[in-house]
């Protein structure tokens, strides 16, 4: 009997992992959170208990100890409990704390890991976290923090990083955000993309910068990006702000490098995909 705390992906079902993947489809008892998209839910088999356990505004203060006693009870009495959560289980999914709830009860726990959006909906926005010349790091907090701790987060240490800023869970308090980090001495020009909707059919980007972050109306779930990086979008041709480094990911667009042509089917200096192989590439996907 084993709890698998298991990571959905920030949203589109195609980045689950395939080891999520197995698990939902032989999933006794699927626990699972507010944002997963259905089609991952679809993944379980008709015989599956399934259980919403997503938190929603005025969701009671206890409600992440009940959580906890479903998934004690269930995996008491079940071989393979799912507790399917959006992202990564262990960045700020409070899986750790439901790992460290069953071990105490004696039930065997496993993580399976998923792509969190802290870097899908940067990436998702053609916004690489770290780029030469702009950010050599990058950090992951929350704009909710919990009340009740004695570790507040430094935000004035946040400002004179120099590295980009991903926060998540701070819709609600982007006027805060932005006017503390200009009271630490962060430029209001800094750059800021918020991404809302990751990697679904509802994403939607939006840019501004840290003086213009509270005059945009943020909702969740978005992702807010800050610093230098926030204003690219190397993955889209034309954009402002996209650098000339632009071709790297544009075969065949003047400066891009020779040994890119490697990597792409039909570009001059490319070498020939076998016919067989094609066929195979084009059923998966992989060529359109």
């Known amino acids: 009997m084993t709890v698998y705390l298991v990571g959905a992906g920030p949203g589109d079902p ?124 990058f950090t992951v907090i929350t704009g909710h923090q919990d009340p009740n701790t004695e570790r507040w987060l430094d935000w004035d240490a946040l400002a004179r990083t120099g590295t980009t800023l991903v926060i998540l869970m701070g819709a609600s308090r982007t006027a805060w955000i932005a006017q503390r980090l200009m009271a630490a001495g962060m430029s209001a020009d800094t750059p800021v993309a918020v991404v809302y909707s990751a990697t679904t059919e509802h994403e939607n980007v939006t840019r501004t910068t840290l003086a213009g972050l509270p005059e945009i109306d943020v909702t969740n779930p978005s992702t807010l990006v800050i610093g230098a990086v926030a204003a690219q979008s190397v993955l889209v041709p034309g954009v402002a702000g996209a650098p000339e480094a632009l071709a790297l990911h544009s075969p065949g667009v003047a400066g891009a490098p020779e040994a890119l042509a490697l990597l792409s089917p039909g570009v001059a200096g490319a070498p020939e995909t076998p016919a067989g192989n094609q066929q195979e590439l084009t059923q998966k996907g992989a060529l359109r």
């Open 14 to 137: 195609d980045l689950l992992t395939i080891k999520a993947a197995k698990l939902l489809q032989r999933a006794d008892v699927v626990v699972y959170d507010r944002l997963i998209e259905p089609a991952v839910l679809e993944l379980a088999p008709p015989w599956a208990e399934m259980i919403d356990v997503g938190k929603r505004p005025g969701t009671p203060a206890n409600a992440q100890t009940r959580i906890n006693d479903v998934l004690i009870d269930r995996g008491r009495r079940f071989d393979c409990v799912v507790r399917l959560k959006g992202g990564d289980p262990f960045v700020f999914g409070r899986g750790g704390e439901e790992a460290l709830e069953l071990r105490a009860a004696g039930i065997n726990v496993e993580e399976v890991p998923g792509i969190t959006s802290a870097i899908a909906a940067p990436a998702a926005a053609g916004i690489p976290v770290t780029m030469r010349g702009l950010s050599s790091g």
